[in-house]
T-cell receptor
């Protein structure tokens, strides 16, 4: 089972460049999330989606954009990269089952902005 | 989602039980308590969850107080590989937004 797949795993960006972190899940989950994690810190929610065509801001959305055109994919767009966006990014997904909905995480994408 | 409070760090001797507390005093009736752990910089992994009854699986036990305002994750025989950051979160089954705090860094010592 592939689960949640993120690409790329590592990326170095120059200040002002833009890029898209790709995320896809094969579990037919309605909910998808993007988190960032700075060194030694916890997870911060950037954006989330409860289904195709529906997205909403999390705790730290500034500097990012998302889209959800399909159930499987939830790309995260960084516009005008800044050093403050140097972080590890995790994509995640979960079902909306009423018996509990475990969140499944990808392996992370390490982004450095120089 | 209700907020949770966890101690920033804890130590445990190898082979002993690790008891990790979590306060969630504003939990709602339809919110579950979930525990995840993150080893090094890997993606967090699910451990266990519960609504109001105590739960046990092959990894851990979850004890939820009767008023549901706090819970304890128990790793019965901690090993060095259990050294990780442990996150306690509460979320409803139909909740889209799910936030994590800073978790508890558990260090298991020989």
């Amino acid at each position: 089972n592939a689960g949640v797949t993120q690409t790329p795993k590592f990326r170095i960006l120059k200040i002002g460049q833009s890029m898209t972190l790709q995320c896809t899940q094969d579990m037919n989950h309605n909910y998808m999330y993007w988190y960032r994690q700075d060194p030694g810190m916890g997870l911060k929610l950037i954006y989330y989606s409860v289904g195709a065509g529906i997205t909403d801001k999390g705790e730290v959305p500034n500097g990012y954009n998302v889209s959800r055109s399909t159930t499987e994919d939830f790309p995260l767009r960084l516009e005008l990269a800044a050093p403050s966006q140097t972080s590890v990014y995790f994509c995640a997904s979960s079902s909306d089952s009423f018996s509990g909905n475990t969140i499944y995480f990808g392996e992370g994408s390490w982004l450095t902005v120089v | 989602d209700a907020k949770t409070t966890q101690p920033p760090s804890m130590d445990c001797a190898e082979g002993r039980a690790a008891n990790l507390p979590c306060n969630h005093s504003t939990i709602s009736g339809n919110e579950y308590v979930y525990w995840y752990r993150q080893i090094h910089s890997q993606g967090p992994q699910y451990i266990i969850h519960g609504l109001k009854n105590n739960e046990t699986n092959e990894m851990a036990s979850l004890i939820i107080t009767e008023d549901r305002k706090s819970s304890t994750l128990i790793l019965p025989h901690a090993t060095l590989r259990d050294t990780a950051v442990y996150y306690c979160i509460v979320r409803a089954t139909n909740a889209g937004k799910s936030t994590f705090g800073d978790g508890t860094t558990l260090t298991v010592k020989p």
